[in-house]
C-alpha cells in the first residue's frame, strides 16, 4: 500500500513537471510603430497651452524639453498601438527608439536630462495631459546618458521596459508616454530636443520581446 502511495506522489510530480514544460514558450520580438495621427506636443507660454499634433499639424517632429531663446516648455507626446502584444504575455525587455532631429541648448556643450513617463490619455490631445498633476505619470525611467548636440540625425535607444511591464500588467490599449526636460519648470539649463517624425525611416519605434 506504501509503495502504491509512492508511486501514485511521484506520477501526480512527473504530470506536473510536464505541465510546466508545456508552458513554455520561445521569445518573441515585436516592433511597433508611434501612431502619428496621435502623437504631437504641447507648449506651455505664460501658462497658455498650444497642442500641435503630427498628422493635423504636418509636423516633421515632436518637441521636449525648454527653449533656451524664450523659456517655452514643450513636453511631446507618443502613441504606440499595444494589440499585437498578447494580454497573458511576460513582458522580458522593451527599447523605445527615436532619431534626433535638432538639439538647441544653452550653452552649446551643455546636456538635456529627458524624462520619459508612462501615461494613458485619451486621444486627442488636450491642454492638462500636459499637467502631471491631471495626466498621472504610472511610471518613469530617464534618457541616459543625456542628449547633447552630438546626438543630431541619431538613433537614441532608451530602455523602458519597466514601462511597458507595467503598461502590460494595467492591459493597457496603448503604450503613450510624455517625454519631457527633468526639472523642466525650474531648470537653469534650458535645452529643447526635436524627435523627428517626418519620415518612416526616421519614425520612433517599440521594440518589445516577450513571452
Known amino acids: 500500500m506504501k509503495k502504491r502511495f509512492l508511486w501514485l506522489v511521484l506520477a501526480a510530480v512527473l504530470v506536473a513537471l510536464a505541465g510546466c514544460g508545456g508552458n513554455d514558450r520561445p521569445l518573441v520580438q515585436t516592433t511597433i510603430p508611434s501612431d502619428p495621427a496621435v502623437d504631437g506636443d504641447i507648449v506651455d507660454v505664460a501658462g497658455v497651452r498650444t497642442i500641435s499634433l503630427v498628422t493635423r499639424d504636418a509636423l516633421p517632429g515632436v518637441l521636449a524639453g525648454v527653449d533656451p531663446v524664450n523659456d517655452d516648455v514643450y513636453r511631446a507626446f507618443l502613441s504606440f498601438p499595444l494589440d499585437r502584444i498578447p494580454v497573458n504575455h511576460v513582458i522580458s525587455s522593451a527599447t523605445l527608439s527615436i532619431v534626433i532631429r535638432s538639439v538647441t541648448v544653452s550653452p552649446p556643450t551643455a546636456t538635456i536630462p529627458l524624462r520619459i513617463e508612462l ?43 519597466s514601462l511597458m ?14 517625454i519631457m526636460q527633468d526639472n523642466d519648470l525650474l531648470t ?10 517626418a519620415t518612416v525611416a526616421n519614425e520612433p519605434l517599440l521594440t518589445v520581446v516577450h513571452f
Not at 488636450?126 to 546626438?151: R, W, Y
Not at 511591464?165 to 510624455?178: C, I, K
Open 119 to 161: 501615461v494613458s490619455f485619451t486621444p486627442p490631445l488636450i491642454g492638462t495631459d500636459f499637467d502631471q498633476s491631471i495626466l498621472l505619470p504610472l511610471k518613469t525611467t530617464f534618457v541616459l546618458p543625456p542628449i547633447s548636440s552630438a546626438d543630431v540625425n541619431r538613433e537614441v535607444n532608451i530602455d523602458v521596459t
Open 188 to 197: 537653469t539649463v534650458p535645452g529643447l530636443v526635436e524627435i523627428d517624425e
Open 165 to 178: 511591464a507595467e503598461a502590460q500588467f494595467q492591459r493597457l490599449p496603448d503604450f503613450q508616454v510624455r
